[in-house]
Nanobody, 118 residues
Framework: QVQLVESGGGLVQAGGSLRVSCVAS????????MGWFRQAPGKEREFVAS????????YYRNSVKGRFTLSRDDAKNTVFLQMNSLKPEDTAVYYC???????????WGQGTQVTVSS
């Protein structure tokens, strides 16, 4: 099992920045990829960004490219999502996720609320 705990959400004005963090614990050696997803009220959960833990490749949804950046601190088993130039449409609960040994997203955090006011 892998446990994930997010932190760092909050309320920010449009154009502002936030950084959300995800700390992983447990059988983290079975994880290939860590990702961020988000779910806005009344909408389905959507992919935001991911990072491959072995090679470090990152992937972003088109709407956040150039504004969001993934980074990690391997010593602390932590992945960060730096979010700049935030827009009201970025408002959502942000979830951290990790894949299992088959590279399927299996482990999820509890989510952290990000609210961007206009």
């Amino acid at each position: 099992q892998v446990q994930l705990v997010e932190s760092g959400g909050g309320l920010v004005q449009a154009g502002g920045s936030l950084r959300v963090s995800c700390v992983a614990s447990g059988r983290t050696f079975t994880t290939y990829t860590m990702g961020w997803f988000r779910q806005a009220p009344g909408k389905e959960r959507e992919f935001v960004a991911s990072i491959e833990l072995s090679g470090g490749s990152t992937y972003y949804r088109n709407s956040v490219k150039g504004r969001f950046t993934l980074s990690r601190d391997d010593a602390k088993n932590t992945v960060f999502l730096q979010m700049n130039s935030l827009k009201p449409e970025d408002t959502a609960v942000y979830y951290c996720a990790a894949t299992d040994e088959y590279n399927r997203y299996r482990y999820w955090g509890q989510g952290t609320q990000v609210t961007v006011s206009s």
